[in-house]
């Protein structure tokens, strides 16, 4: 079985400032890597997503995350943030099947002006 | 191409009640999913369908909850009666392949 480990509950960071999310993912198969936002009282939306080939993964709105297969890690990183987006952002995996997705538990990122 | 749809948007109901949910996935999508998000907490998977078929229900209190999805198309989600406990966002899913695509949940508070 898969699992998920979002280290931080909670990222403050100034505006026009990087930020790093973190996530860990636990799995004896090989990984399904998924990022998603949710901004206040709506769904989720992808951001990016690993499936296979190149490492490093490009998502919307200037996000982009980097698959590390030794380190079991899929952390989330934009060079410059702004205040939209202050959302809660989720990591996920699932197998190679693509059924049964597990969420970690979220992390909310505020950005301040 | 349209999104996930699903109603209502917001819920209000006793404890004991019955309330029950829809949603209508993206055309052509064969998995449905229902997710259970707990304020504060990720989501967590109640029950997935491939095409009208049950293909994981583990987590899915079935003593209240049921789900049911006709004609491998739109789903609704029954709680019957309500716990406190149960106030939570309802989102559904759909997938044709790996990445899921939710609708924009169902806010039920029970009081």
């Known amino acids: 079985a898969q699992s998920v480990t979002q280290l931080d509950s909670q990222v403050p960071v100034f505006e026009e400032a990087p930020v790093e999310l973190r996530c860990n993912y636990s799995?004896?198969?090989?990984?399904?890597l998924f990022w998603y936002v949710q901004y206040p009282n709506q769904g989720l939306q992808l951001l990016l997503k690993y499936l296979s080939g190149s490492t490093l993964v490009k998502g919307i709105n200037g996000f982009e995350a980097e698959f590390n297969k030794s380190q079991t890690s899929f952390h989330l990183r934009k060079p410059s943030v702004h205040i939209s987006d202050t959302a809660e952002y989720f990591c996920?995996?699932?197998?190679?099947?693509?059924?049964?997705?597990?969420f970690g538990t979220g992390t909310s990122l505020t950005v301040i002006p | 191409e349209a999104g996930v749809a699903q109603s209502p948007r917001y819920k209000i109901i006793e404890k004991r009640q019955s309330v029950a949910f829809w949603c209508n996935p993206i055309?052509?999508?064969?998995?449905l999913y229902w997710y259970q998000q707990i304020l504060g907490q990720g989501p967590k998977l109640l029950i997935q369908f491939q095409n009208n078929g049950v293909v994981d229900d583990s987590q899915l209190p079935k003593d209240r909850f049921s789900a049911e999805r006709l004609k491998g198309v739109d789903s609704t989600l029954k709680i019957q009666p309500a716990k406190l406990e149960d106030s939570a966002v309802y989102l559904c899913?759909?997938?044709?392949?790996?990445?899921?695509?939710f609708g924009p949940g169902t806010r039920l508070t029970v009081l």
């Open positions: 899913a759909s997938s044709g392949t790996a990445e899921q695509f």
């Open positions: 055309s052509g999508h064969a998995t």
């Open positions: 799995s004896s198969v090989s990984v399904y």
């Open positions: 996920a995996v699932t197998g190679p099947a693509g059924n049964q997705f597990y």
